[in-house]
C-alpha cells in the first residue's frame, strides 16, 4: 500500500502526469465504481499550486464524462431489462426526478446518490445533453468548494 502511495503521489508531483492521472480518477470516480477523485485534485493543487484551475477543469472534465458514460449505461439498463413493477417509493422517485427533469444532474455532485442519479436520468430518457449540461455545473462547484475549503483548513505543510 505504501508503495502505491508513493508512486501517485509521484505523478501527481509531475504537472505532464498529475493532469492525467487526475481525468482518470475523476472519470472512473463517475461511474459506480466507490472511488473518489478529490484527494488526487487536491493532491495535486498542494503539489502545484500553480495548476489549480488545470486541475479543476480536467477533474470536472473527467468527472462529467464519467456521468455521461452513467447515463448511457442506465439508459442500456432500461432497455435490456424491460418492463419492471416498482415500490410505491421507488415511482414517487422517479415522478419527482421526472417533474425535475435535467436539473436534477446538478445533485450528480452528492456522494452516494449522485452517480446512481446519472444513471436513473439515462433509465428515465431524460435528456442526454441538458443532463450533461447540469451534471458539468454541479461537478465543477464540487471540485471548486471542496478544493477551496481544502486549501483553507490545510493551507500548508500538508503533503511535505
Given amino acids: 500500500m505504501e508503495l502505491w ?9 509531475l504537472p505532464q502526469h498529475g493532469l492525467s492521472t487526475v481525468f482518470v480518477a475523476a472519470f472512473v470516480s463517475a461511474t459506480l465504481l466507490p472511488l473518489g477523485s478529490e484527494p488526487a485534485v487536491f ?10 484551475w488545470s486541475a479543476i477543469a480536467v477533474g470536472t472534465a473527467g468527472n462529467t464524462l464519467g456521468g455521461m458514460l452513467t447515463w448511457w449505461m442506465g439508459r442500456g439498463g ?43 436520468a439515462g433509465w428515465l430518457k431524460l435528456p442526454f445533453w441538458p443532463c450533461t449540461f447540469y451534471m458539468a455545473i454541479g461537478k465543477f462547484l464540487r471540485y471548486l468548494c471542496m478544493s477551496l475549503a481544502l486549501l483553507w483548513f490545510f493551507p500548508q505543510g500538508v503533503m511535505a
Avoid: Y
Fill in 5 to 13: 502511495l508513493d508512486q501517485l503521489l509521484h505523478w501527481l508531483a
Fill in 43 to 52: 493532491g495535486l493543487i498542494k503539489l502545484n499550486p500553480e495548476l489549480f
Fill in 78 to 120: 432500461r432497455a435490456a431489462m424491460g418492463p419492471q413493477q416498482a415500490s410505491t417509493s421507488h415511482l414517487r422517485a422517479l415522478a419527482w426526478l421526472e417533474k425535475l427533469g435535467p436539473k436534477a444532474c446538478l445533485l450528480s455532485w452528492l456522494p452516494v446518490v449522485g452517480d446512481p442519479l446519472c444513471a436513473v
